[in-house]
């Protein structure tokens, strides 16, 4: 695609509900970044992958969150147990490379989540 | 936590006005980015400035760094409406990575 997509662009869940977000990378980037952005604020970075691999998770908050790349491209963040606190736009980004020259970031249009 | 803070938190002028944004950083980095967001939504990249620059360009922007005194600032000549948006500044520690985003600067640039 022309982009980074992502889906769903708007999830509303229950507290104590499990979820996916997706998110589709630009072809050929092989470096995928997830951040989320709460109201007011700048976005906060939570894993990113270079390749199927996580190359750095430090930002995911606790292990309820957890994400996957398994084939170097789509990726899905997975959230259980949700709290209302995880409420948040969930954004995803990608690059053509993590260590590189090439270090702009493109990003999708997110993915609200609202947990009730 | 954020690694950059912002300065103002909101701006608003008028159109044909400059714009100046000014953006703290704590730690030593690699490179300096700034993204404009429409809606909430997504980030568009704008201008990159690596930690050996001072100065950068990209049509009616104007990027300054000084590592001395850790902050950065973003200058929009001759604003119109359409540049009504956040402005975020961005620290990279490393080649690549995570970017540790700032608060932000809310703009809005009246017609």
């Known amino acids: 695609g022309a982009g980074v997509s992502q889906t769903p662009s708007n999830k509303v869940t229950e507290k104590g509900k499990y979820v996916e977000l997706r998110c589709d990378p630009i072809?050929?980037?092989?470096?995928l970044y997830w951040y989320r952005q709460s109201l007011g604020q700048g976005p906060e970075f939570l894993i990113y992958?270079?390749?199927?691999?996580?190359?750095?998770d430090s930002g995911l908050p606790n292990d309820r969150f957890f994400a996957v790349r398994p084939e170097g491209s789509v990726s899905t963040l997975k959230i259980q147990r949700t709290e209302r606190g995880d409420s948040a736009v969930y954004l995803c980004?990608?690059?053509?490379?993590?260590?590189?020259?090439?270090?702009?970031?493109?990003f999708g249009p997110g993915t609200r989540l609202t947990v009730t | 936590s954020q690694q950059g803070e912002e300065d103002p938190q909101a701006l608003s002028i008028q159109e044909g006005e400059n714009a100046t944004m000014n953006c703290s950083y704590k730690?030593?980095?690699?490179?300096l980015q700034w993204y404009r967001q429409n809606s909430g939504r997504g980030l568009v990249h704008l201008i990159l400035?690596?930690?050996?620059?001072r100065e950068k360009h990209s049509g009616r922007l104007r990027v300054t760094l000084d590592t001395s005194k850790k902050s950065s600032s973003l200058l929009i000549t001759a604003s119109r409406a359409a540049d009504t948006a956040s402005y975020f500044c961005?620290?990279?520690?490393?080649?690549?990575?995570?970017?540790?985003f700032g608060q932000g600067t809310e703009l809005s640039v009246k017609p």
């Open positions: 980004a990608s690059s053509l490379q993590a260590g590189g020259p090439s270090y702009e970031q493109y």
């Open positions: 072809s050929g980037h092989t470096a």
């Open positions: 992958f270079q390749g199927t691999g996580a190359a750095d």
């Open positions: 730690t030593s980095i690699n490179n």
């Open positions: 400035i690596r930690s050996n620059e």
């Open positions: 961005a620290t990279a520690l490393n080649q690549g990575g995570k970017l540790i």
